[in-house]
């Protein structure tokens, strides 16, 4: 059984930054597409940057030349390393995977193989 353990959370001021790990234990993760979601209180789940086994990477619109997404298939972990942090991007943020299939970026969210259990971020103005 695969499992995604996401950490590096907390609280940063507007401005700052933070890096997200993902780590996955229990599969063979460089055959993993992997992304990013963030989830604010009351709104649905939505894609923030995607990674392929290849390392081809796309991003959101709103995060787009401030989030770098990133994988270390020898460590079993993608980053998401988050700079000017705005208080819109305060959210809980869950990593998932994929074996291969569908690209990442056409699945719902229902459809992603494995989910982490979410790390808060949250960003003060």
């Known amino acids: 059984q695969v499992q995604l353990v996401e950490s590096g959370g907390g609280l940063v001021q507007a401005g700052g930054s933070l890096r997200l790990s993902c780590t996955a234990s229990?599969?063979?993760?460089?055959?993993?597409?992997m992304g990013w979601f963030h989830q604010a209180p009351g709104k649905e789940r939505e894609l923030v940057a995607a990674?392929?086994?290849?390392?081809?990477?796309s991003y959101s619109d709103s995060v787009k030349g401030r989030f770098t997404i990133s994988r270390d298939n020898a460590k079993n972990t993608a980053y998401l390393q988050m700079n000017s942090l705005k208080p819109e991007d305060t959210a809980v943020y869950y990593c998932?995977?994929?074996?291969?299939?569908?690209?990442?970026?056409?699945?719902?969210?229902?459809?992603?193989?494995?989910w982490g259990q979410g790390t808060q971020v949250t960003v003060s103005s």
């Open positions: 998932a995977a994929d074996r291969p299939g569908l690209p990442f970026t056409w699945r719902r969210p229902s459809e992603h193989d494995y």
């Open positions: 229990g599969g063979a993760f460089s055959s993993y597409s």
């Open positions: 990674i392929s086994r290849g390392g081809s990477t």
